[in-house]
Nanobody
Framework: QVQLVESGGGLVQAGDSLRLSCAAS????????MGWYRQAPGKQRELVTG???????NYADFVKGRFTISRDNAKNTVYLQMNSLRPEDTAVYYC?????????????????WGQGTQVTVSS
């Protein structure tokens, strides 16, 4: 079994910063891409940012220049540094990862989601 556990959410004021963490644990052989999504009330879940195993990143236009994704492969952890937060960033933030687990004949990749962490930005 593999689990993704997020932490670091909270209530902040506009202009403040937060750092989210997501740690993967369990029967992990290798982690490929990791990323962060968010879902605001009444809206669909949307991609915020992603990072490959080699460190290549991509960002949604609405967070470029404000958010930074990074990962520590030794700790199986991905981070999201969020600066200059805006009220419209308010959402539940979810971690996502493609993780290889060992099987009897080798390894197989599965996609996993964390439970989500609430970020609320007041104006």
């Amino acid at each position: 079994q593999v689990q993704l556990v997020e932490s670091g959410g909270g209530l902040v004021q506009a202009g403040d910063s937060l750092r989210l963490s997501c740690a993967a644990s369990g029967s992990i052989y290798r982690i490929n891409a990791m990323g962060w999504y968010r879902q605001a009330p009444g809206k669909q879940r949307e991609l915020v940012t992603g990072i490959t195993s080699s460190g290549s990143t991509n960002y949604a236009d609405f967070v470029k220049g404000r958010f930074t994704i990074s990962r520590d492969n030794a700790k199986n952890t991905v981070y999201l540094q969020m600066n200059s937060l805006r009220p419209e960033d308010t959402a539940v933030y979810y971690c996502n990862a493609d993780i290889f687990t060992r099987t009897g004949s080798g390894a197989k990749v599965y996609n996993y989601w964390g439970q989500g962490t609430q970020v609320t930005v007041s104006s």
